[in-house]
């Protein structure tokens, strides 16, 4: 097994130019190649021009389960297996995972040729927030669970990235903006990489009004600015706050500190508040 190995490729998200040298060398040189759709790694190595001279595979997430096995068996073998997606890293709301967890298990080495990832390109181009981020991946397909997932995601300070199909964007931009409220930042990205590239920013609501009246196609990664820090409340707001503590029983340094904890405040802000 000392050349067996599963590499996962970072395909263009739909500009071929944005293929690295080595997904191309991969392609070319693997003894086998798991494709989430056949058709779509033709089309791309056709513009690649690359010539894939080993054996290829279907992988979707109908066939996971049953194909993961000798995928492994086959890099435990010696061999180079190659896993692409239709666009972006394998495993990230892609197939991928399966594989990965199975092959770590195997003891089969598992290496990634780095590439496009729609997560980060839109982030990039939202002008949100990028600093902290959290990838939600795919919203809840049915009404009542993606409205308790974004109930409790409302409070998330850090900057929210999903995916949605163009069929279901206009509920969740709905559902969004009832549970975060209509005017939340957020920047919808549509076909990134491809001649009908298209970002339309807005509040939630505003959003929620453009995708009714002209529905986005394509592949849609969603960015939603996260919920703004509540305001810190004032001096005497604070002393009354530790007072009701001490009041309840709570010693002088507990009170403080559960305060401060409360409102993320340096602990010394509100002791310096309490010492008089």
Same mark, same amino acid.
């Given at each position: 097994?000392?050349?067996?190995?599963?590499?996962?490729?970072?395909?263009?998200?739909?500009?071929?130019?944005?293929?690295?040298?080595?997904?191309?060398?991969?392609?070319?040189?693997?003894?086998?190649?798991?494709?989430?759709?056949?058709?779509?790694?033709?089309?791309?190595?056709?513009?690649?021009?690359?010539?894939?001279?080993?054996?290829?595979?279907?992988?979707?997430?109908?066939?996971?389960?049953?194909?993961?096995?000798?995928?492994?068996?086959?890099?435990?073998?010696?061999?180079?297996?190659?896993?692409?997606?239709?666009?972006?890293?394998?495993?990230?709301?892609?197939?991928?995972?399966?594989?990965?967890? %199975? #092959?770590?298990? =195997?003891? *089969?080495?598992?290496?990634? +040729?780095? $590439?496009?990832?729609?997560?980060?390109?839109?982030? &990039? /181009?939202?002008?949100?927030?990028?600093?902290?981020?959290?990838?939600?991946?795919?919203?809840?397909?049915?009404?009542?669970?993606?409205?308790?997932?974004?109930?409790?995601?409302?409070?998330?300070?850090?900057?929210?990235?999903?995916?949605?199909?163009?069929?279901?964007?206009?509920?969740?931009?709905?559902?969004?903006?009832?549970?975060?409220?209509?005017?939340?930042?957020?920047?919808?990205?549509?076909?990134?990489?491809?001649?009908?590239?298209?970002?339309?920013?807005?509040?939630?609501?505003?959003?929620?009004?453009?995708?009714?009246?002209?529905?986005?196609?394509?592949?849609?990664?969603?960015?939603?600015?996260?919920?703004?820090?509540?305001?810190?409340?004032?001096? %005497? #707001?604070?002393? =009354?706050? *530790?007072?009701?503590?001490? +009041?309840? $029983?709570?010693?002088?340094?507990?009170?403080?500190? &559960? /305060?401060?904890?409360?409102?993320?405040?340096?602990?010394?802000?509100?002791?310096?508040?309490?010492?008089?």
């Amino acid at each position: 097994m000392a050349d067996g190995r599963i590499v996962l490729l970072g395909a263009p998200l739909g500009n071929p130019a944005d293929a690295s040298g080595r997904l191309r060398s991969v392609l070319a040189s693997a003894d086998l190649v798991a494709a989430e759709d056949t058709r779509r790694l033709a089309r791309l190595a056709s513009d690649l021009d690359v010539v894939i001279s080993g054996r290829v595979v279907s992988y979707f997430e109908g066939n996971e389960d049953r194909r993961t096995p000798s995928l492994v068996a086959a890099a435990a073998d010696g061999a180079c297996v190659a896993l692409i997606t239709d666009g972006g890293m394998p495993s990230v709301s892609d197939p991928g995972y399966r594989l990965v967890v %199975a #092959a770590h298990a =195997a003891g *089969v080495p598992v290496t990634a +040729a780095p $590439g496009p990832s729609a997560v980060t390109t839109a982030l &990039a /181009v939202s002008g949100l927030p990028c600093d902290r981020f959290c990838f939600e991946g795919f919203p809840p397909r049915r009404a009542a669970a993606r409205r308790a997932r974004f109930a409790a995601l409302a409070s998330e300070p850090r900057t929210l990235v999903f995916f949605e199909a163009p069929h279901r964007i206009a509920g969740t931009l709905a559902d969004l903006a009832g549970g975060f409220g209509p005017d939340r930042p957020a920047a919808l990205c549509r076909e990134l990489t491809k001649p009908y590239e298209q970002v339309r920013r807005g509040g939630l609501g505003e959003l929620a009004e453009s995708v009714a009246a002209d529905p986005p196609r394509g592949e849609i990664t969603l960015v939603v600015a996260g919920a703004p820090a509540a305001p810190r409340p004032d001096d %005497a #707001a604070l002393r =009354a706050e *530790v007072a009701a503590r001490r +009041a309840a $029983g709570a010693t002088g340094r507990d009170a403080v500190d &559960a /305060v401060a904890a409360a409102h993320g405040l340096p602990r010394r802000e509100v002791y310096r508040l309490t010492a008089d």
